[in-house]
């Protein structure tokens, strides 16, 4: 998957580029920052460093330790903000290095739930772009098989944190189709090194009616790295319960069967080399480049 280069760009103040690590450093944290949105807390907290060497960029490290992203009402952890608009046009261009990019959170908190990040990259490529209104952008590159990049993430979670947060979600969305959750029981399996199977069983109220619910799941990724979404099913054994139930399973039983391309999805140059996923007291993701 390719991206324009409008998509790439971001804006580093005024030109000319920065000649010092600190300089450097302070446009990335204000940039961040303009971009955070207003519920996202703590993101005046990231401390961020950074060395040049000449044009290029020797290493740049992004803590975001404390932040405190929470989920807006569609159910997904709020984003950033786009650019405002188009870049003005190009004065001059140099291309440079990033010789290693560090992000970490230890822990951030998302939806509620702490989570330990670490992120790597190694061998990005980017342009200096000086615009004719003197505004300085940096231009990350697509990859390609010349020069690839190379890197990995992990992302770590509580196992009874991630429980808990599933917990609330549920009997919100309990509430929406006007049924109360009495309780709910989730168990997380490991199934092969790239592989989880879920199953949640709970037990919902409607008036004088009490019923339980259960949701199975599995999800694992192959040698190709394909993910597949499987044995995806919601169940009631009540037929009124299960009748409220009607839209929630449509919904999530769409889901069952999909395939995602991972590797497919990468730009030229940027390989999928492999995923595991642990589950034990922490459910750990991580994922390698090469």
């Not at 961020?48 to 992004?62: C, I, K, Q, W």
């Amino acid at each position: 998957m390719t991206t324009s280069p409008a998509d790439r760009r971001v804006p580093l103040g005024r030109a000319p580029r920065p000649a010092t690590g600190p300089d450097l450093a302070e446009r990335v944290r204000r940039l961040l920052l303009d971009r955070t949105p207003d519920d996202v807390r703590g993101a005046d907290r990231v401390v961020v460093e950074a060395t040049t060497d000449g044009t290029d960029v020797p290493h740049l490290s992004v803590d975001g330790t404390g932040v405190v992203v929470p989920v807006t009402d569609s159910g997904r952890a709020a984003g950033g903000q786009g650019s405002g608009g188009p870049a003005p046009a190009d004065a001059g261009v140099q291309p440079a290095l990033l010789g290693e990019l560090d992000v970490v959170g230890h822990p951030l908190e998302v939806a509620g739930v702490p989570v330990d990040v670490d992120l790597a990259a190694r061998g990005v490529r980017f342009l200096w772009i000086e615009d004719v209104e003197g505004g300085l952008w940096a231009e990350v590159q697509e990859p390609d098989d010349a020069a690839p990049v190379s890197g990995h993430v992990r992302v770590a979670a509580g196992r009874e944190a991630l429980v808990d947060a599933v917990r609330t979600v549920a009997a919100e969305n309990a509430g929406r189709i006007g049924v109360t959750l009495s309780s709910l029981d989730v168990a997380v399996e490991q199934r092969g090194p790239r592989g989880i199977g879920v199953e949640a069983v709970g037990r919902v109220r409607k008036g004088f009616v009490s019923a339980p619910v259960t949701v199975r799941a599995t999800a694992s990724v192959d040698d190709a790295m394909v993910l597949t979404v499987g044995d995806l099913a919601v169940s009631s054994g009540n037929p009124v319960v299960s009748a409220l139930l009607g839209t929630v399973r449509g919904r999530v039983e769409a889901y069952s069967g999909r395939r995602f391309d991972l590797a497919g999805s990468l730009p030229p140059g940027l390989q999928l080399a492999d995923v595991r996923v642990d589950v034990g007291e922490q459910i750990v993701l991580q994922a390698r480049l090469a």
